[in-house]
């Protein structure tokens, strides 16, 4: 178990919800993983990660899926891209299982 946090630490973090809109192999990154773009609606625009989710997805799985970015961490250098959010998913040791919603939502809702 981790350690306990208060409300105030989960309200500094924006996420959203956002739509992939592309996804392909990043081949020069060390370990198997996808480059993938998001659009997160008209305030942030299509924003870009390396995600490591090639164990559960194709990239045409995840073309179209509604997803859960952290959008206010700095910019990393992954490789040759720079990722410009964190996308969400659940860790298990047969591999990720990226978050979404399970109904329709806005591009760029705030997740509470």
């Known amino acids: 178990m981790k350690k306990e946090t208060s409300i105030k630490t989960l ?9 992939v809109v592309k996804a392909e192999e990043n081949t020069s990154a060390n370990d198997d993983c996808y ?3 998001v659009d997160f609606g008209e ?5 870009k990660t390396s995600a490591k989710v090639t164990d ?14 952290v959008v206010n ?10 990722s410009e ?7 298990e040791e047969k591999g990720v299982s990226v978050l979404t919603t399970d109904k329709e939502v806005e591009k760029g809702t705030k997740i509470a």
């Open 85 to 91: 959010f964190l996308l969400l998913g659940a860790v």
């Open 11 to 19: 309200q500094k973090l924006d996420i959203r919800t956002g739509e």
């Open 35 to 37: 480059k993938v773009e």
């Open 43 to 47: 305030e942030l625009g299509v924003l």
């Open 56 to 69: 559960r997805y194709s990239t045409d799985e995840l073309v179209g899926k509604t997803v859960l970015g």
């Open 73 to 82: 961490f700095p910019d990393k250098q992954i490789a040759d891209m720079m």
